[in-house]
């Protein structure tokens, strides 16, 4: 792979990026054609059960790409789904070289593409490095879906110094700042559900949904464990666990897995504290993201974050950080689970 090979890749995992949010249960991929170091056309996959982000691709390209190559951010499939196989349109278009960001982890496609690609006679690259990295990570939580039957799941906590999301009297708007909040919209955005506790709706009513333009509405998935849902709260973007999700009140991973079901790849959780306690404790979430708003209430009737069964310093759950940033006043610190 050369370094123009790494920046055409990067260029098509840009373009798959763009799509993330709007495809689940599909993979976000994005795709460019090109000949002589130019661009013939480019090409994302927009929505499930619409065209790939080859076929898209191609149907851009202005002149016939046969002996061009092809930089797709994911693997090609190769059997049918919804659509009909891209390696079948690639040697009828008879593409030269296709450069492959990272093979699909789907059990009917993974690596098939290569060798069904090799046997027609086109040159595959499948990338390596950072591009490589840059790829995967695009499709984490399609990886995740495909092979576990289990969403990804981000937990976001907005909480103060001393761990608190509402102060004694319950007033939660608002912890953080605007720079803060801006971000768990474009959060929201990414993710195709957002799930919460039905007791913080009960007490803050928060839309869950993406402000933005051009944002499609999301799942808004209510844990009813502990409280029911009102039924103000519940429109027809709501999935009431207990209710649609078969949650029997224990089994969180079973109410994941029914989520899956429904073509959920991506979920995030805004809590409350019980149920991202619950969540953390079951080592069910994939990725934690903590905003800390530089305020402290010491209120021992304040609302906490998270409400996790108590542990010893030497057994405490802890993460890796992969991330700080600084949000107008507040600090977000993206982690894993150790
Ligand atoms: C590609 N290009 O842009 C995407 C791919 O039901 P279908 O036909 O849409 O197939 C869905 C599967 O195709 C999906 O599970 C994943 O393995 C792959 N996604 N493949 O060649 C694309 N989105
Ligand atoms: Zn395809």
Same mark, same amino acid.
């Not at 086109?122 to 984490?140: N, Q």
């Not at 009960?202 to 464990?225: F, G, I, N, T, Y």
């Not at 029997?248 to 073509?263: S, T, V, Y």
């Given at each position: ?145 495909? +092979?576990?039957? #289990?969403? !990804?799941?981000?937990?976001? =906590?907005?909480?103060? %110094?001393?761990?608190?999301? &509402?102060? *004694? ?72 666990? +207990?209710?649609? #999700?078969? !949650?029997?009140?224990?089994? =969180?991973?079973?109410? %994941?897995?029914?989520?899956? &079901?429904? *073509? ?75």
């Amino acid at each position: 792979m050369t370094e123009a090979d790494a920046r055409w890749l990067a260029r098509a995992a840009e373009l798959g990026e763009a799509q993330v949010g709007h495809t689940a249960p599909n993979p976000a991929v994005g795709a460019v054609c090109v000949r002589n170091g130019r661009v013939l056309g480019e090409g994302a996959h927009l929505r499930a059960g619409g065209p790939h982000a080859e076929v898209n691709c191609l149907a851009a390209c202005a002149e016939e790409p046969a002996g061009a190559t092809l930089y797709v951010s994911l693997e090609p499939c190769s059997t049918a789904g919804r659509t009909p196989p891209c390696c079948d349109l690639i040697r009828a278009k008879r593409l030269g070289r296709v450069v492959i960001g990272c093979l699909d982890p789907n059990p009917r496609h993974a690596g098939r593409a290569v060798g069904l690609l090799r046997a027609a006679g086109i040159d595959v690259t499948v990338a390596e490095g950072e591009v490589a990295e840059r790829c995967r990570a695009l499709i984490a939580p399609f990886a995740k879906a495909i +092979t576990q039957g #289990l969403p !990804y799941v981000r937990l976001k =906590l907005a909480m103060t %110094l001393d761990g608190f999301i &509402a102060d *004694g009297m319950g007033a939660s708007r608002w912890v953080t700042g605007p720079e803060a909040r801006a971000w768990v919209q474009r959060l929201r955005a990414r993710v195709d559900a957002v799930m919460v506790g039905a007791g913080t709706v009960r007490a803050d009513h928060p839309s869950l949904q993406p402000h933005l333009p051009d944002a499609p509405l999301k799942w808004r998935v209510l844990v009813d464990r502990f409280t029911p849902p009102d039924p103000a709260d519940v429109d027809e973007r709501t999935l009431v666990a +207990t209710r649609d #999700l078969g !949650y029997d009140g224990h089994d =969180l991973r079973a109410m %994941l897995r029914a989520l899956c &079901a429904r *073509g959920v790849n991506d979920v995030l959780c805004e809590g409350g504290g019980r149920l991202a306690g619950a969540l953390l404790d079951a080592g069910l979430v994939d990725e934690l993201n903590v905003l800390y708003a530089p305020k402290i209430l010491g209120d021992p009737a304040a609302r906490p974050g998270l409400a996790i069964a108590p542990r010893p310093l030497a057994r405490a759950l802890a993460f890796a950080p992969v991330a700080r940033e600084a949000l107008g006043p507040d600090t977000l610190i993206r982690l894993r689970p150790n």
